[in-house]
């Protein structure tokens, strides 16, 4: 199998002195764990931070993409946590990201009215590892994964037990848990036979909205939400919560592929990996409001590595916390990056 | 305004020597809380149980109706709480069940492209005293309501303080959870848009399967569904809870309106009661895995009223441990109803 770089039509190749992208091609067809394969996989990937620091992989929920904090006019998807003097230390770590293959950034993804196979975060780990074949990289400093991304970490020290030193996830099991898969089957309903109408993007918004619905805790919304209801100009009544949730479902339809979100979300709930054989030392982290990840299944994952670290922790934004709770998770950021395992 | 008893197309004005049925019609302009009004109101009640017996009202939830217990070929929604011999007795008490006004049964409800007013639970409240006016019932022996049946207790229990000895409500507060009031805008935007296609099954489908996720806990869900997926016949993966859910979701959709799920889902979030009011004995039950109504806001509730007694209670069952756990509830069942308050 042969890996080449190619420049993606809209990408600066060396967005700045330290920055680096790149859209790799795997040439030929990459087989993928549930079957099937892709033709020519092309993985987005971006590479920043300090240019001779350990090499740190950051990895979020299904909507992240290679662009981790925010430089050079480009928005990141963590800048709470990741950037020069924040948690993961961009002036100290080099931070290398990928847009997901399925996804809606410039790896390979579905196309509109084409099925996309489904996909592993096995595959997802493999799509690392053909990033780090092309850039040279033996072994990773460490992986910081959240959400869908946490799974992917834990997919890739599964199978590439010698390329990692250290894994951090936040938000993330070893298996999905029933009750989400609920929430998410719903939401792939919603799009598929939207879908199906020739209306994805209004499918895309009530999934979302859904979906966010289910990211948050339910202090949190008590806290946010108690005032009554409004009439709209229909003279239907209208919460609060409901304008919320609806108006970052529309926003969401405009930025993300609906096909994409589909072959993101079954992923999810596809998930399913032996911790037993992830062999780096993994800090994993729990918040004790996270709806869609529950406290008790993290403790059984960390009990389940053979080098485990279990913090839990409590936070109102639940499984959002990840993106938001930047001082309780400051210090375990430290604390798992700054040790020698 | 006058009532009458009108006799429903296909209702046996008497089932049985014990039960009674019947249509009640408000002649005239019932007026709504939240605006508008009900011409020729018509709520359909059913009296049964023993003839002489102190008289209990039993509400349920949205999908619930006035026929409380399963006889004479009837099928009944709250079986294992209800009937002789049962939690409450129908051989030592009389039962009034109704269908709620706005829902898919022989009350008033609304008709298909007829958009209906919204409904508060104080609505509901009085529809109810109309009953008891019809039926020449002082005061009730209690009202046991669970989830919106709960509510509507309340409701009942502010405005109309001398009908009623005491309340046992269960897994309803006097504040709608604005967490809960997000699943359900979310359902009432599918319903609703399905609705504008020309598919208001399809929507009530896709709404009673979001719904169905909500009802039980967590814990239940990990002991039911951790079985992996397999593909149908189009090669798409299906999850166990999704097969659970989407065959619950069907038929429900066979059985209700799509306009009356609209009404009562609302009525639901619309709900909010001064509880400090109510000044029945109160009887709260929570059941802690309670996704809907957390056992926080029963708590609170039940300090906020001025004979109000909390019970606490853990079941796997979540909010629908009111249909469920008959061991848990049968002796709280008993020492509310036996008590003198």
């Known amino acids: 199998m042969m890996s080449a770089a ?70 990141g998807w963590w800048d709470r946590l990741v950037g020069p003097g924040r948690a993961l230390d961009s002036s100290r770590f080099r931070v290398l990201g990928i847009d997901y293959p399925g996804g809606s950034g410039l790896s390979t993804g579905p196309q509109p009215g084409d099925p996309f196979p489904s996909l592993s975060t096995y595959d997802q780990a493999h799509a690392l590892a053909h990033v780090l074949d092309h850039l040279d990289i033996r072994s990773l400093h460490a992986i910081v994964g959240a959400s869908y991304g946490g799974m992917v970490a834990l997919a890739f020290g599964e199978r590439f037990g010698t390329r990692v030193a250290r894994l951090l996830t936040i938000g993330a099991a070893d298996v999905t848990h029933p009750l989400a898969t609920a929430w998410r089957s719903v939401q792939r309903h919603i799009v598929r036979r939207a879908l199906a109408r020739g209306d994805g993007a209004e499918g895309l918004e009530l999934a979302r909205a859904l979906a966010m619905a289910s990211y948050r805790s339910a202090e949190e919304f008590a806290g946010r939400f108690r005032q009554p209801p409004a009439r709209d100009a229909n003279g239907v009544f209208r919460f609060p919560v409901e304008d919320y949730l609806f108006a970052r479902g529309a926003d969401y339809a405009t930025r ?47 009990a389940r590595l053979p080098a485990g670290r279990l913090v839990e922790l409590d936070s ?25 395992p």
Do not use: M
């Not at 987005?44 to 981790?68: E, F, K």
């Not at 993101?264 to 709930?269: N, V």
């Not at 993106?323 to 309780?328: T, Y």
């Open 256 to 302: 993300y592929r609906p096909e994409a979100f589909l072959a993101l979300s079954e992923s999810i709930d596809l998930h399913a990996i032996d911790a037993t054989r992830v062999r780096a030392p993994t800090t994993v982290v729990a918040f004790r409001q996270d709806q869609l990840v529950p406290v008790t299944d993290l403790r059984a994952l960390a």
């Open 6 to 75: 190619v420049a993606a039509p809209n990408l600066a190749r060396f967005a700045s002195a330290e920055s680096q992208e790149g859209v790799l091609r795997v040439s030929g067809r990459t087989p993928l764990t549930y079957g099937g394969d892709i033709n020519d996989l092309q993985i987005a990937w971006r590479l920043t931070g300090v240019a001779d620091g350990p090499v740190v992989a950051a990895l979020g929920g299904i909507s992240a993409h290679r662009v981790v904090f925010s430089e050079n006019g480009l928005q």
């Open 316 to 340: 109102i934004c639940g499984h959002d916390s990840f993106l938001k709770d930047a001082a309780q998770l400051a210090p375990v950021f430290a604390s798992t990056l700054e040790n020698d």
